[in-house]
């Protein structure tokens, strides 16, 4: 199964995801997550796409596309995979559809003013990704990770102002993509 998951941040494309991605044995490959973790690891990708990332900026097409086919060419996703915040633009889209067949691709829509609340009371664990979020899915103990005792953080492009922006891209695109 090819599957993606279209959806603005804060729809619950992760959590999805990773249900899907359990049941249908097939890895869940999420763009943010890999780029994230380059950022904590310090490499060229991650010091490229930092700044981008924490203001709520795409990465650029070039640096994600490169990415990504390199995710989808690795063994695990021989067998299919669930793609997680990918694509985010035209551009990706068609360099996505030269690079292989999809079964599906699912948009989950939620309104505006929920996503702002389900985003800026997200909270994650920066040591093993896990969600959280302080009303609906809070961890036992305020702030810190269930998992592994990792003190919590809010991810920058959480911030009130930066969703609104990211969310405003992410309209204008699906509309671009279904003209
Ligand atoms: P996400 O975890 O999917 O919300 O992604 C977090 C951040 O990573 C985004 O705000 C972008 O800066 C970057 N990012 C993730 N996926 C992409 C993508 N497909 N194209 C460009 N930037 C991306």
Same mark, same amino acid.
């Given at each position: 199964?090819?599957?993606?998951?279209?959806?603005?941040?804060?729809?619950?494309?992760?959590?999805?995801?990773?249900?899907?991605?359990?049941?249908?044995?097939?890895?869940?490959?999420?763009?943010?997550?890999?780029?994230?973790?380059?950022?904590?690891?310090?490499?060229?990708? $991650?010091? !490229?796409?930092?700044?981008?990332?924490?203001?709520?900026?795409?990465? &650029?097409?070039?640096?994600? *596309?490169?990415?990504?086919?390199?995710?989808?060419?690795?063994?695990?996703?021989? !067998?299919?995979?669930?793609?997680?915040?990918? &694509?985010?633009?035209?551009?990706?889209?068609?360099?996505?559809?030269?690079?292989?067949?999809?079964?599906?691709?699912?948009?989950?829509?939620?309104?505006?003013?929920?996503?702002?609340?389900?985003?800026?009371?997200?909270?994650? @664990?920066? !040591?093993?990704?896990?969600?959280?979020?302080?009303?609906?899915?809070?961890?036992?103990?305020? $702030?810190? @990770?269930?998992? @592994?005792?990792?003190?919590?953080?809010?991810?920058?492009?959480?911030?009130?102002?930066?969703?609104?922006? *990211?969310?405003?891209?992410?309209?204008?695109?699906?509309?671009?993509?279904?003209?």
């Amino acid at each position: 199964m090819r599957l993606v998951l279209l959806g603005p941040p804060g729809a619950g494309k992760g959590t999805q995801a990773e249900k899907l991605s359990a049941y249908l044995g097939v890895p869940r490959i999420s763009t943010g997550d890999i780029l994230r973790r380059n950022v904590t690891d310090n490499t060229p990708l $991650g010091e !490229k796409a930092k700044a981008y990332m924490d203001s709520g900026q795409l990465v &650029p097409d070039d640096l994600v *596309i490169t990415m990504t086919e390199r995710r989808l060419k690795e063994p695990d996703a021989k !067998k299919g995979f669930i793609l997680d915040g990918f &694509p985010r633009n035209i551009a990706q889209a068609e360099a996505l559809s030269k690079l292989t067949k999809l079964d599906a691709v699912v948009s989950l829509f939620l309104e505006p003013e929920d996503l702002i609340k389900r985003n800026t009371g997200r909270r994650v @664990c920066p !040591k093993d990704d896990t969600v959280y979020h302080i009303l609906m899915n809070p961890p036992k103990k305020p $702030g810190i @990770c269930d998992k @592994c005792g990792t003190p919590l953080i809010i991810r920058a492009d959480d911030r009130e102002d930066v969703v609104r922006m *990211i969310e405003e891209i992410f309209l204008r695109t699906i509309e671009a993509l279904k003209a």
